[in-house]
């Protein structure tokens, strides 16, 4: 069994950043791909980052410039850097994992609230 434990969330004003932090535990052999997604009301899950293992990262137009994803292998954790917030990055914000446990599955965690206004 693996569990994804996001923290980080908040609220914070126009302009402000938020860090999320995302810690994989469990039996965990390695992990590929990590990201971050987020759903606003009446919307659909989005991406908005990803990173390898090898540390190679891709993100949504709407972050570029103002997100960074890092990844700490050792401590199977992800976070996203959030800078510049905008009232439209208001969501609930996931963390996913593909994992190589018992067997190779794609794990989400329980999202964090991430409200931006003033």
């Known amino acids: 069994q693996v569990q994804l434990v996001e923290s980080g969330g908040g609220l914070v004003q126009p302009g402000g950043s938020l860090r999320l932090s995302c810690a994989a535990s469990g039996i965990i052999f390695s992990i590929n791909a990590m990201g971050w997604y987020r759903q606003a009301p009446g919307k659909q899950r989005e991406l908005v980052a990803t990173i390898t293992s090898g540390g190679s990262t891709n993100y949504a137009d709407s972050v570029k410039g103002r997100f960074t994803i890092s990844r700490d292998n050792a401590k199977n954790t992800v976070y996203l850097q959030m800078n510049s917030l905008k009232p439209e990055d208001t969501a609930v914000y996931y963390c996913?994992?593909?994992?190589?446990?018992?067997?190779?599955?794609?794990?989400w965690g329980q999202g964090t609230q991430v409200t931006v206004s003033s």
């Open positions: 996913n994992a593909d994992v190589y446990s018992i067997n190779r599955a794609d794990y």
